[in-house]
């Protein structure tokens, strides 16, 4: 049986981070929604091993790809003899804030599930990955949520009031390592608003969610490539509603109603940035079939 399945990116609508563990790990507060960018993952059943197919050269094509250890730490877990051919459909910008590496694990863990019937539920599926990295439970899961601790512990939330998404990814990529390893606590002086969030999304209102948006690494990767600013200030200029670096950066994202006004967002952005897409938030996992 063949199977291709959806991966696609998410965006931090805020993200806290409370403080640092003695795993070296930080223990966040993030409100994170998926949107319909995306990766399509094909999985192929073939006799023996592992093999990685990608449509991006900027992705390692090894045992350093995401789906490539989602798919070994299955067979390795569940005793499966079976091989797979895995091919990455990549459209997610690689190292851009946007979990495409942890939504491309997310999606070969469910398509192995489906494929080989392991029958496991989607918090086992959720606990395994965390092994891979701390986003992908919640790609496993998909829609929107609360996402603590690691980014492991969820609270499903009911999705954004739908709208259009714009994305630019400047040039460079961003290390998510060295974005933690340049946080000093003790200069974070706003946070975001969870309960703030919470109340907005509840009540679907755009506007409060537009004035909702915080991300407390924002400052850290702005300082070391101020193109971030730039684009966040660009993008307010060319009418978004509300702007925000997702993750750690450095794609920054702006929240935008009306489609005339998403496409004037995105053509005025061209002329600064290659990487600019404009996308409908998903947001809600019933609605929108991750298979
Ligand atoms: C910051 C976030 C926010 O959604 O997204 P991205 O910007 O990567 O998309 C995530 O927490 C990233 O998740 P992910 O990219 O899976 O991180 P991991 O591979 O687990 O960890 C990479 C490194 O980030 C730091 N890290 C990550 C997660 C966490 N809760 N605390 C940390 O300190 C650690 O230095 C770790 O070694
Ligand atoms: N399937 C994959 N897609 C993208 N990046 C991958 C993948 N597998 C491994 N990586 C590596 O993971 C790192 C983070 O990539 P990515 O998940 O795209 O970014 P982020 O964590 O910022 O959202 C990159 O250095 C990339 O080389």
């Given at each position: 049986m063949d199977i291709s399945v959806k991966a696609p990116a998410k965006i931090n609508l805020t993200l806290d981070v409370l403080h640092k563990r003695p795993d070296g790990y930080h223990d966040l507060e993030m409100v994170m929604t998926t949107v319909d960018l995306a990766d399509r993952i094909d999985l192929t059943e073939i006799t023996g091993g592992i093999r990685l197919q990608s449509t991006?050269?900027?992705?390692?094509?090894?045992?350093?790809?995401l789906a490539y250890r989602a798919a070994a730490l299955i067979k390795e877990r569940f005793g499966i003899t079976k091989g797979v051919n895995i091919l990455i459909h990549k459209r997610i910008p690689v190292a851009?804030?946007?979990?495409g590496g942890s939504s491309d694990a997310a999606a070969t863990l469910r398509g192995l599930n489906k494929m080989w019937n392991l029958g496991l539920s989607t918090e086992e599926l959720g606990e395994l990955g965390l092994a891979l990295g701390s986003d992908v439970p919640f790609c496993v899961q998909g829609g929107t949520a609360i996402a603590r601790g690691r980014g492991e512990q969820l609270t499903p939330l009911s999705p954004p009031p739908p709208c259009w998404v714009v994305l630019a990814k400047p040039p460079h990529g961003v290390s998510t390592v060295e974005v933690f390893q340049a946080?000093?606590?003790?200069?974070?002086?706003t946070r975001p608003n969870l309960e703030g969030m919470l109340n907005a999304l509840d009540k679907k209102d755009f506007d409060q969610v537009c004035e909702q948006l915080a991300n407390v690494l924002e400052g850290v990767t702005m300082a070391t490539y101020p193109k971030v600013r730039f684009l966040k200030e660009r993008m307010a200029t060319f009418g978004a509603e509300g702007v925000l670096m997702s993750g750690s950066g450095p794609t920054v994202f702006g929240l935008v109603k009306k489609e005339s006004v998403a496409f004037r967002v995105v053509n005025g952005l061209r002329g600064f940035c290659r990487q600019v897409y404009a996308v409908r938030m998903l947001g809600g996992l019933k609605e929108n079939s991750l298979e």
């Open positions: 991006s050269g900027f992705v390692p094509f090894d045992d350093r790809n851009a804030g946007l979990a946080l000093k606590m003790e200069k974070i002086t």
